[in-house]
């Protein structure tokens, strides 16, 4: 009698809470998702006109190599950020915030010098497609760049204020998971341009 009972209690149990996402947040995962789209389009129509031939095999600027390294220690101090976010640490997210904000500034700059340097080895936008997709592509991407360092200033604005905290993490997360989208998303790129150039 007891076990019956028993089993009978397991069964009726409270219905498990649905999972809920905060709805920017998933406006941000969606928004991205189409950001993966248009550069998997993107590569995928440059792999395709290589090989219809008539391709410029070209050395990536130097620079490129360097702006990478800039965007991979720009990921460390976005995420030095996130965590003196949950710490509490205002000071601490302000400062990393804003050398975050600088060496996305510098990986612009870098990029638009990196087109200097393909102009110098004769490659530019209009004439082979080669240069074309290259600079299409990072241009792209830097578009992306300055929407998320605009992000990063509003970011900076909410710590200035100390409405980013512990308790209060939505903006500081989607700030630091999109700024980490974008550096994955060029370190791809360029490693798609050294192994398809």
């Not at 009972?5 to 009726?12: G, P």
């Not at 993966?36 to 031939?53: D, K, N, P």
């Not at 391709?55 to 990536?60: A, G, P």
């Amino acid at each position: 009698m007891e076990k019956s009972v028993r089993s009978e209690m397991k069964i009726v149990e409270e219905p498990k809470k649905p999972i809920a996402m905060h709805p920017k947040k998933f406006a941000m995962w969606l928004f991205m998702a189409s950001v993966m789209m248009l550069f998997a389009s993107l590569t995928s129509a440059y792999i395709v006109r290589q090989a219809e031939g008539n391709w410029l095999y070209f050395e990536l600027p130097l620079l490129f190599y360097y702006t990478t390294a800039i965007i991979a220690i720009s990921s460390v101090t976005m995420q030095w950020a996130y965590f003196a976010a949950k710490k509490d640490n205002a000071g601490v997210v302000k400062i990393m915030v804003l050398i975050t904000s600088v060496l996305g500034v510098l990986f612009l700059i870098g990029q638009v010098m990196g087109w200097g340097e393909m102009a110098q080895q004769g490659v530019h936008f209009v004439g082979n497609p080669s240069g074309s997709f290259v600079i299409a592509l990072s241009f792209v991407h830097g578009l992306h760049i300055i929407s998320a360092v605009a992000f990063l200033l509003i970011v900076l604005n909410s710590a200035i204020r100390l409405r980013i905290h512990s308790k209060n993490m939505a903006q500081m997360e989607m700030c630091t998971t999109y700024w980490h989208f974008l550096g994955a998303l060029w370190i791809y790129l360029f490693i798609f341009f050294l192994i398809n150039r």
